[in-house]
Nanobody
Framework: QLQLVESGGGLVQPGGSLRLSCAAS????????IGWVRQAPGKEREVVSC????????DYTDSVKGRFTIPRDNAKNTVYLQMNSLKPEDTAIYYC????????????????WGQGTQVTVSS
């Protein structure tokens, strides 16, 4: 059974921090490209940040650079999205995704998707 499960979403005030988790079962994330993708109301899914199979990371949304990182714990087969200095425009459903492709810049690169977790940034 191949499964990705996100957790950690919720309501946070502007300037706050939130840590999302993505736990995998049925396969090992260590050998896949891993990404975090978000979808705001009325907008397409966009890759926020990802790790390619070589370990290189990219923040594909300029607004999150310097604020978001993707720590990982191979022993737990889990990756995280650490979000700092959150802004209202970060509000979206966040999905973790994994793919066999070397690249991770587009949503079409991914083969496996979680169900998403809601992040709301508001005072």
């Amino acid at each position: 059974q191949l499964q990705l499960v996100e957790s950690g979403g919720g309501l946070v005030q502007p300037g706050g921090s939130l840590r999302l988790s993505c736990a995998a079962s049925g396969f090992t994330l260590d050998y896949l490209a891993i990404g975090w993708v978000r979808q705001a109301p009325g907008k397409e899914r966009e890759v926020v940040s990802c790790l390619n199979r070589s370990g290189g990371s990219t923040d594909y949304t300029d607004s999150v650079k310097g604020r978001f990182t993707i720590p990982r714990d191979n022993a737990k087969n889990t990756v995280y999205l650490q979000m700092n200095s959150l802004k209202p425009e970060d509000t979206a459903i966040y999905y973790c995704a994994a793919g066999r492709s070397y690249y991770c810049s587009a949503s079409s690169d991914y083969d496996y998707w979680g169900q998403g977790t809601q992040v709301t940034v508001s005072s």
